[in-house]
């Protein structure tokens, strides 16, 4: 794995601090509004309009996953469209191509995600991630923050889809924060704080952090069937995408094996449940996940041997109808 320095790609020497994995945070932070307007950080000069913007994702990410579930609910195909990486890195990260399930850079006709960041900053500095969401017309990044990007796609470009369903409503959007600060640590960003752990204290932090959060989690779906109660919010899809691939992946490759996702009664129903709304099974592909993970992550998997499991049926029925 490696980064870009003032244009220059090299590789990484250190991701930890103290044994600690540290996120970095995204670079490119502009929004994409209805008319143009500034967005909810000030961001703005991006209208929605139909065809004018590009995701670059990759199926095995669970962060650019996000961008792909709201882009299918949303009804946004039409819209926005997509390339898709190639599930293994290549000697300068992220690739395009269809050996392997991935899609050509339809837009830029460029090799690499890197070379997609150099376009938008030929002298930056920073992680080359997925999702990137692209303005054909400007010729540059928008915003490569997934928890953003997901709401763009949840309202800006409303006049271009017949579905108005709002997955952050006014009203559940304290309840859908604070589910937020307890998954995104513990949960979405806990699965790599302990993967890619380097001291045996900061890996226990990070796992047994997870589990007392899907203990939380576990103890609300008693009582509702989804996170916020009654309505499918995006809390619900930034968690799915976690465990979705957690018995997979996480469980084994970053050592998350106190308990699978399938030994929670109430979480693993509710896996399925979400699993099963229309348009959610195309985005899902365990063979891009298992590839890159395994494949891929050779500081964790030195050996790049992809394990033929587990099998599981995310297809099968669940009980969570009983809540209506």
């Keep these: 794995m490696g980064l870009l320095v003032n244009g220059a790609w090299q590789e990484d020497i250190s991701r930890t601090k103290e044994g600690r994995f540290v996120r970095p945070a995204s670079a490119f932070r502009n929004f994409v509004t209805r008319d143009g307007s500034a967005g909810p950080s ?29 882009r299918a609910l949303k009804k946004l195909e039409l819209i926005i469209s997509v390339s898709i990486t190639e599930p293994l890195y290549g000697k300068t990260g992220w690739e395009f191509g ?49 928890s953003e990007i997901i709401r763009m796609l949840n309202s800006a470009f409303d006049a271009f889809t017949d579905v108005h369903t709002d997955y952050y409503p006014a009203e559940l959007r ?26 045996q204290q900061a890996y226990e932090e990070a796992a047994y952090g997870i589990f007392a959060a899907f203990d939380k989690i576990e ?10 109660g ?58 891009h996940i298992k590839r890159h993970y395994y494949g891929s992550q050779r500081q964790v998997n030195p050996t790049g041997i992809v394990p033929i499991g587990p099998t599981i049926d995310f297809a099968a029925p669940h009980d969570r109808d009983r809540f209506g």
């Design 42 to 70: 000030g961001e703005g000069g991006f209208p929605a309009e139909a065809g004018r913007y590009h995701l670059y994702v990759s199926l095995a990410c669970p962060w650019a996953h996000r961008t792909l579930i709201f």
């Design 174 to 199: 304290g309840e859908i924060d604070a589910v937020n600060e307890l998954v995104y640590p513990n949960i979405n960003n806990g699965v790599y704080r302990a993967g890619f752990a380097t001291s």
């Design 230 to 287: 009654r309505q499918l919010t995006e809390a619900d899809w930034r968690l799915f995408t976690t465990l979705v691939r957690f018995d997979t992946v996480y469980y084994s490759h970053f050592k998350c094996n106190l308990r699978r996702v399938a030994d929670y009664p109430n979480l693993w129903n509710y896996t399925r449940d979400l699993y099963r709304v229309p348009g959610i099974a195309e985005t899902v592909s365990i063979d």
């Design 98 to 146: 269809t050996a392997r399930g991935g899609t050509l850079d339809t837009v830029n006709g460029k090799a690499t995600l890197a070379e997609i960041y150099l376009l938008a900053d030929q002298h930056y500095t920073g992680r080359v991630s997925v999702p990137v969401l692209w303005d054909k017309k400007r010729r540059t990044i928008v915003n490569n923050e997934s």
């Design 219 to 228: 103890e609300r779906l008693v009582r509702r069937r989804y996170l916020a």
